[in-house]
T-cell receptor, first 113, second 109 residues
Framework: EAGVAQSPRYKIIEKRQSVAFWCNPI?????LYWYQQILGQGPKLLIQ????????DSQLPKDRFSAERLKGVDSTLKIQPAKLEDSAVYLC???????????FGSGTRLTVV | EDQVTQSPEALRLQEGESSSLNCSYT??????LFWYRQDPGKGPEFLFT???AGEEKEKERLKATLTKKESFLHITAPKPEDSATYLC??????????FGAGTTVTVRA
């Protein structure tokens, strides 16, 4: 079984620029999550999708972050404009149903300078 | 608000020196407590889920236990390949996962 694919692996941008991350979940997994992991901290949920609908985006800074999951498969997370405090690893995870069988991707490490 | 506190932050062990990691939590309606292993540059890798107080699970040199307020991850006779950050997470009634900051374990040969 292929894992959760994420790209790019690394990204360095200047503050106020925009950036996008891509995630391809495990085939058949209806639930997709985006987490932010700041160095030295545990992952924090940003947004959760069930198929192509948003279930929870309560911790997503909506003034600068957006996410979509077209056709209930791949997902894109965008930051515009980026701030220094957005430097973190962005992890995508998927599960076959809500709350069960989470599998994480390797993440995208974002550095904002 | 659900809270997860892990201790210690870092643990340095000699190969073969057993030890325990602690995860204390407060959560509204615990559905499950998860342990993950995270290697540098990788995402968390699932180890165990515990569902009720008194439950224990084992995998190779790792053993996880659960009480009503905390969980322990025991590492017996660790090897250098056990070096990683171990994350604890609680799943609340709404299925949301809340993670602790992790314990970074370094095992020296």
């Amino acid at each position: 079984e292929a894992g959760v694919a994420q790209s790019p692996r690394y990204k360095i941008i200047e503050k106020r620029q925009s950036v996008a991350f891509w995630c391809n979940p495990i085939s058949g997994h209806a639930t997709l999550y985006w987490y932010q992991q700041i160095l030295g901290q545990g992952p924090k949920l940003l947004i959760q999708f069930q198929n192509n609908g948003v279930v929870d985006d309560s911790q997503l800074p909506k003034d600068r972050f957006s996410a979509e999951r077209l056709k209930g498969v791949d997902s894109t997370l965008k930051i515009q404009p980026a701030k220094l405090e957005d430097s973190a690893v962005y992890l995508c995870a998927s599960s076959f149903k809500v709350g069960y069988g989470y599998t994480f991707g390797s993440g995208t490490r974002l550095t904002v300078v | 608000e659900d809270q997860v506190t892990q201790s210690p932050e870092a643990l340095r062990l000699q190969e073969g020196e057993s030890s325990s990691l602690n995860c204390s939590y407060t959560v509204s309606g615990l559905r499950g407590l998860f342990w993950y292993r995270q290697d540098p540059g990788k995402g968390p890798e699932f180890l165990f889920t515990l569902y009720s107080a008194g439950e224990e699970k084992e995998k190779e040199r790792l053993k996880a236990t659960l009480t009503k307020k905390e969980s322990f991850l025991h590492i017996t006779a660790p090897k250098p390949e056990d070096s990683a950050t171990y994350l604890c997470a609680v799943q609340a009634e709404d299925y949301k996962l809340s993670f602790g900051a992790g314990t970074t374990v370094t095992v020296r040969a």
